[in-house]
T-cell receptor
Framework: NAGVTQTPKFQVLKTGQSMTLQCAQD?????MSWYRQDPGMGLRLIHY???????DQGEVPNGYNVSRSTTEDFPLRLLLAAPSQTSVYFC???????????FGPGTRLTVL | QQQVKQSPQSLIVQKGGISIINCAYE??????FPWYQQFPGKGPALLIA?????SEKKEGRFTISFNKSAKQFSLHIMDSQPGDSATYFC?????????FGAGTTVTVRA
């Protein structure tokens, strides 16, 4: 199993541009989440999904959209990138009957 | 406002020493308390976790102590090794959502 994979690994955007961060898992996990990691703030939950077709907001959802059309994929969309969205983004997944979350390797995003 | 407060921000320990990281929370609805270890350039990985009905859990050199009445929990790393140098995050879960502490960078000097 590849586990949780994320692409791209690095990305630089200009203010106002849009992009999609990709996340995929091959473990058939029901739950998937997106976090952002900023210095001195730990990881903060952006959006999460408890299954295909079901998504909900986390702690810091503004400026981000998600959808979940398949069990495997959970893309994160930035519609109008802002410098405040410069961060490292992590995708995570877990089985519905387990508390253990598995994190991807992260995407480092810089918005100029 | 962070729901889980973690301290210290960083610590340096000699090889063979004990590292202690403390966390505190307010929300009594939290029902699962994991610790994650993160190496530079990598995603966090689950290290050890505890539920509030248990006061202590040990896995190898890592021990969680949990004080439900004080709403505090801590991670003890015994016999610290250079390979333990990493950032450690405590977290608390409610309704399947994790809230993380700010992280502690541990440096183990040989």
């Amino acid at each position: 199993n590849a586990g949780v994979t994320q692409t791209p690994k690095f990305q630089v955007l200009k203010t106002g541009q849009s992009m999609t961060l990709q996340c995929a898992q091959d473990m058939n996990h029901e739950y998937m989440s997106w976090y952002r990691q900023d210095p001195g703030m730990g990881l903060r939950l952006i959006h999460y999904s408890v299954g295909a077709g079901i998504t909900d907001q986390g702690e810091v959802p503004n400026g981000y959209n998600v959808s979940r059309s398949t069990t495997e994929d959970f893309p994160l969309r930035l519609l109008l990138a802002a410098p405040s969205q410069t961060s490292v983004y992590f995708c995570a997944s877990r089985r519905g009957d387990s508390d253990t979350q598995y994190f991807g390797p992260g995407t480092r995003l810089t918005v100029l | 406002q962070q729901q889980v407060k973690q301290s210290p921000q960083s610590l340096i320990v000699q090889k063979g020493g004990i590292s202690i990281i403390n966390c505190a929370y307010e929300n009594t609805a939290f029902d699962y308390f994991p610790w994650y270890q993160q190496f530079p350039g990598k995603g966090p990985a689950l290290l050890i976790a505890i539920r509030p009905d248990v006061s202590e859990k040990k896995e190898g050199r890592f021990t969680i102590s949990f004080n439900k009445s004080a709403k505090q929990f801590s991670l003890h790393i015994m016999d610290s090794q250079p390979g333990d140098s990493a950032t450690y995050f405590c977290a608390a879960q409610n309704d399947y959502k994790l809230s993380f502490g700010a992280g502690t960078t541990v440096t183990v000097r040989a």
